[in-house]
């Protein structure tokens, strides 16, 4: 439906660029972007007055159980590479700290959906096939008592379907098996797993950066821009906590119209050259060293070791030393080789991988404090602080560092009565309180 | 540096009695998000290229002979 309309007002589409910089003018405000072509490597300059940033998910930050680098929950041509541009332009970025972490099912690393089976009977269950949460809708508390249950003697973790009717099951599998990951029904296939016979064994994600599912974007205000002029965000990339598809929607239309007025009334910066020879030197290098390291290679332990030291619970002395060994990558960024095109747009990746990893343990340290559940769960920290930290942790490029500071949290538009503020914190269901809950219904 | 080249087994299959590349098809190339797909052009027909496959199945679903299947990547089967 968006392709037919793109075509019908005839905007230019080219889908095999990867963009690596924003083009900044004097003023700090957007002139354009750079790209190359992943097929042909041509460098391309694309001066503009306004740039809308829907790069989607930093998706290729931790490494899935499995090993396989493209495994990923979120899809993995989104490797983070909005969220670098974003940075490298000054843009504030914010809730870096607060990760993507999802309940998938375990291996194949998509979603068990057990919010899309829950109106049809499906829940998430533990080994017994018992609920242990009241909702399960995607949040950090629900990942915290998801987490709880996996590393207990309740554990694993399962997608809970086997008590259904066989229509209603059928429905499931339509549902699931034809919508977002639809392999899905072939990697149940291949497990020899009925949702008829067996609950679908669920397991943890890998940490990301997505704030349709979080809180971890950049900086847009309600209007859809960012704090570099001319710069907008929208989707999974724009700090729009929670956002989803509709949200990525609603605020890619926002950006749009917001974008369009900028436009009006600005005119065209100049053209930096040197913005853009550094660019394109930083680019091809990976082509012209004759040897080196390989992309894949680095890709993969730098995100091992943001799994090793990143993945909550988050320690502060381990999240140090990931920073040390991140810098160890950096200096390996200088090396990475690239024979073709294609490698070279995966060595480019890794750049922004690397920036996205330096960023989220950096708004982690910041944040003296543990929120959002098992999203940031300092275990030397682990009280939440809502004198000290009930602000938004942003995080931006001054000077050519990462610098973290604190914005404060504007007000509720709606009042909301007390016991929904605490609702988030009673995700667990409490068993002696069921117990005399039924009870009362007896008497 | 030296470097060594590791097989790994694939989970885009193509079927090349099927594939109509050498007429000019280039439909699993062009929808494939992670570029991932590339045709021989000695041979002409589809083949993957480089092991990095979201198992999303565009490339299956929109050929037009049926010549692609998309299995779960081994480490995750």
Redesign the interface.
């Known amino acids: 439906m968006l392709y037919r309309r793109l075509k019908r007002v005839r905007v230019d589409i080219t ?2 660029l990867v963009a690596t910089r924003l083009l900044t003018a004097a003023d700090g405000s957007i002139a354009g972007a750079m790209a190359f072509d ?2 042909t490597a041509d460098f391309h300059v694309i001066r503009a007055k306004t740039v809308i940033l829907a790069t989607g998910a930093a998706g290729r930050l931790g490494l899935p159980a ?7 929950y979120e ?3 989104n490797a983070g590479d909005g969220y670098s541009m974003a940075y490298h332009a000054g843009a504030e970025l914010s809730g870096i700290e607060c990760f993507q972490i999802n309940p998938l099912i375990k ?3 998509g979603p068990a959906c057990a919010y899309v089976t829950g109106p049809l009977g499906g829940y998430t269950a533990n080994n017994k096939g018992e609920r242990f949460i009241e909702c399960d809708y995607w949040s950090g508390q629900m990942m915290m008592e998801f987490y709880r249950e996996l590393e207990g003697g309740n554990g694993p973790v399962f997608l809970k379907l086997n008590h259904l009717a066989e229509e209603t099951i059928g429905t499931i599998e339509n549902i699931l098996h034809t919508n977002e ?3 899905r029904g ?2 149940h296939e ?2 020899g797993t009925d949702y008829r016979q067996q609950m679908v064994e669920m397991h943890i994600s890998e940490i990301g950066l997505c704030s349709g599912h979080s809180a971890s974007g950049v900086w847009v205000n309600e209007h859809a821009e960012t704090t570099v002029p001319g710069l907008y965000a929208a989707g999974d990339l724009a700090c729009v906590p929670h956002n989803y598809m509709l949200g990525a929607f609603v605020y890619g239309k926002i950006a749009g119209e917001s974008a369009a007025a900028y436009c009006a009334n600005t005119e065209l910066a100049e053209l930096d050259e040197a913005q853009v020879e550094r660019e394109r030197a930083r680019v091809w290098a990976p082509l012209s060293r004759p ?4 992309p894949a290679q680095v890709e993969y332990k730098l995100r091992r070791l943001v799994n090793d030291y990143l993945q909550p619970p988050k320690v502060t002395r381990k999240m140090e030393i990931g920073l040390a060994r991140f810098a160890d990558i950096r200096a390996d960024l200088e ?1 990475l080789f690239a024979r073709d095109p ?1 490698e070279l ?2 060595a480019l990746e890794v750049h922004a991988i690397h920036d996205c990893a330096e960023m989220a343990a950096r708004a982690s340290l910041f944040r003296t404090e543990s929120r959002w559940g098992l999203y940031h769960h300092r275990v030397d920290h682990p009280e939440t602080n809502d004198e000290d930290w009930f602000v938004h942790v942003q995080l931006k490029k001054v000077d050519g560092e990462m610098q973290c500071f604190k914005r404060p949290i504007e007000p509720y538009i709606i009042d909301l009565n007390e016991h929904e503020k605490t609702a988030y914190q009673k995700m667990r269901i409490v068993k002696a309180e069921s117990a005399q809950i039924q009870a009362q219904i007896k008497e | 540096m030296p470097i060594a080249f590791t097989p790994t087994s694939l989970p885009v299959r193509i079927n090349e009695e099927l594939c109509i590349a050498n007429k000019g098809c280039t439909v699993c190339v062009d929808v494939c998000p992670l570029d991932v797909l590339a045709i021989d052009f000695d041979k002409g027909k589809a083949y993957m290229k480089f092991d990095e496959c979201w198992y999303c199945m565009p490339c299956e679903k929109d050929c037009p002979t049926g010549a692609v299947t998309v299995d779960i990547p081994y480490l995750l089967r």
């Open positions: 889908n095999r992943c097929r499995s090993g396989y680098l493209f495994g990923t899809n993995p041509t291996d194949y690393n990951r639809p392999s072939r990697f291949g497990r040897d080196g390291l390989p090396h294609h747009m995966r």
